[in-house]
Every structure is written in structure tokens, then in C-alpha cells.
């Protein structure tokens, strides 16, 4: 049985409820069907009534520096002609942006040399380059970005994480003869960090440095140069 109404463009559609509630329906790439419910009388008997209606939808924008499931986005980079986010290789890869689950770009995962990244592809949404800081301003756009031998001990950076949040701090190692991990060359800051941090960016200003890789008395960072270079990946910077 059906409960009649003249459908206008502009007004909801009145259906009878079954004993099963109807789901939450997608229509399109813009727009979601949702449905409530509500009593109406008709003659002598009140009817349970599901009311739906077309709704747009909110749009996912991506950007840098977002807590994934485990660790921290990075960048949103272009990787064969395509938007990307990055985090590091050594975190699992299963990792989730605002609830939904990024897909993984399948043999991405590289924890060695002088890399620790792997990506997850963007299929839909807007795409930004900046990463999420907090505070005010909330972004940091990210317009260029540095090579490893352009870092000098002293130089301030500032990093984004899961687990610390937002803050700066300066270089106290650029040896690349130092290594964590599987011989990756790193550079090395007194930011805070902890757990949870790891993928998240290094910035200072508007340029992107690399991501965080871990902690041992400093935290400790791979430069984006070789990260770049590897897949080849490029630092979304428009």
C-alpha cells in the first residue's frame, strides 16, 4: 500500500513504511537520499509513514596533516597523473581519512634506502595542498618544497602528528650517515612527537620537508626529496 501525494520538485516524497526500515541511499556524486520517520492520520487510523528526501551532500576535502587510522597523513601529492595522500611506509596499510577508508596503492609500501612512505589514492572529493595545523590560521598551504642537502642544523621546522599535535622546533642533525630502521637516511629535529605521529609533515612556512618516521631522543624525519624522486611522486603545490 501506498500513500499517494503529488510529487513537486521541491517537496519530499511520502512512502508507507515497512516493517524494515529503508536504508541510506546514495544518488549520484553530489547528492544522498535520507529518510525519516513520521505518524500521519488518515480517516481513523494514524500510519507509520517514511519520509525521504534529496539532500546534498558534503564533500570530503583532503589535505595534509589529517589523523588517518594508526598514524598521520603527510601530503596530498600527484602520483601518475593522479591525487594521492601519503604516510609512512612502516605504518599499516589500512589507514582511513575522516571515516572512510583510503584505497591503498597496492606495492607502495617502502621502508628502506632512504624512503618511508607508502600512498592511498584520492578518487573523489577536493583535493587541497595544505596540511591541517590547528589553531589559527587551521592550514598551512604548502607552495614548494626542499631538498635534503638544503637543510642546515638550526633551521626551524615544524611538524604536524596524531598524537602531538602542532609544533616547532629546529634541526639538530643532518648527518645522513645516521640511520633508523632499515638504513634510512633522516634528518633530525627537537619537535615534540610520540606515537601515532608517524607520515605526518614537516614543514617550515609554506615548504614541505618530508614526514615523520620516529623518535630516538629526537624526532626523527625523512626528507620529501627522496620520497619524490622514489615513485616519482610530486608535493601538490596549486
Aim: aromatic letters at 8%.
Amino acid at each position: 500500500e501506498q500513500l499517494h501525494t503529488r510529487p513537486l520538485c521541491h517537496e519530499p516524497t511520502v512512502h508507507h513504511r515497512s516493517n524494515n526500515a529503508w536504508p541510506h541511499a546514495q544518488v549520484g556524486p553530489k547528492f544522498d537520499i535520507t529518510t525519516r520517520s513520521s505518524g500521519a492520520k488518515i480517516g481513523d487510523h494514524t500510519h507509520d509513514v517514511t519520509i525521504s528526501e534529496i539532500v546534498p551532500r558534503e564533500e570530503v576535502t583532503y589535505r595534509g596533516g589529517i589523523n588517518a587510522s594508526t598514524c598521520t597523513w603527510g601530503f596530498t601529492v600527484y602520483y601518475q597523473g593522479q591525487n594521492h595522500l601519503t604516510t609512512a611506509g612502516h605504518c599499516g596499510s589500512s589507514q582511513s581519512f575522516a571515516g572512510t577508508n583510503l584505497a591503498y596503492v597496492a606495492g607502495s609500501e617502502v621502508n628502506s634506502g632512504n624512503v618511508d612512505m607508502q600512498l592511498h589514492k584520492i578518487t573523489s572529493g577536493t583535493v587541497e595542498n595544505e596540511i591541517y595545523k590547528g589553531g589559527n590560521p587551521t592550514y598551512r598551504t604548502i607552495s614548494n618544497t626542499r631538498n635534503w642537502a638544503a637543510n642546515d642544523v638550526d633551521d626551524v621546522t615544524c611538524h604536524r602528528g596524531k598524537a602531538t599535535g602542532y609544533n616547532c622546533g629546529s634541526i639538530v642533525s643532518v648527518t645522513g650517515a645516521q640511520v633508523i630502521g632499515g638504513g634510512i637516511r633522516v634528518l633530525r629535529s627537537d619537535v615534540i612527537s610520540g606515537g601515532g605521529d608517524s607520515g605526518g609533515p614537516y614543514v617550515f612556512g609554506s615548504t614541505a620537508l618530508g614526514t615523520h618516521e620516529g623518535n630516538d631522543g629526537n624526532a626523527v624525519w625523512t626528507t620529501i626529496q627522496y620520497s619524490q624522486e622514489y615513485y616519482p611522486i610530486s608535493v601538490r603545490t596549486n
